[in-house]
């Protein structure tokens, strides 16, 4: 298994910067691709980035793409989502995602939809303000 916490989320404005991180514990980090989602009030999650187990590999969500960037440390189990350009749009719970991925996968494309994903942080909620 794997324990995820996010963390970095809060009140910014129109134009502004966060970064999340996510500290994840448990099984072998390297062995899971990684995601982030977001849910808004009254809509449904939707994928916003996803990294490869090595880091190589990402995929973003068109609404998020220049704007967004995933990277992860396997050595300290972490992975970040620098936000920039941020919009009222991006104001959401965003969550940390877990995929195990057997070794070999790398030519595999990233999963975009939640169910392929095994493991779930808590989420942390992000506002931005018009």
């Known amino acids: 298994q794997v324990q995820m916490v996010e963390s970095g989320g809060g009140l910014v404005q129109t134009g502004g910067s966060l970064r999340l991180s996510c500290s994840a514990s448990g099984s072998t980090f390297s062995s899971y691709a990684m995601g982030w989602f977001r849910q808004a009030p009254g809509k449904e999650r939707e994928f916003v980035v996803g990294i490869s187990e090595s880091g190589g590999s990402t995929y973003y969500a068109d609404s998020v793409k220049g704007r967004f960037t995933i990277s992860r440390d396997n050595a300290k189990n972490i992975v970040f989502l620098q936000m920039n350009s941020l919009k009222p749009e991006d104001t959401a719970v965003y969550y940390c995602?877990?995929?195990?991925?057997?070794?070999?996968?790398?030519?595999?494309?990233?999963?975009?939809?939640?169910?392929?994903?095994?493991?779930w942080g808590q989420g942390t909620q992000v506002t931005v303000s018009s």
């Open positions: 995602a877990a995929a195990f991925r057997p070794r070999g996968s790398s030519h595999i494309p990233l999963a975009t939809r939640g169910d392929d994903y095994d493991y």
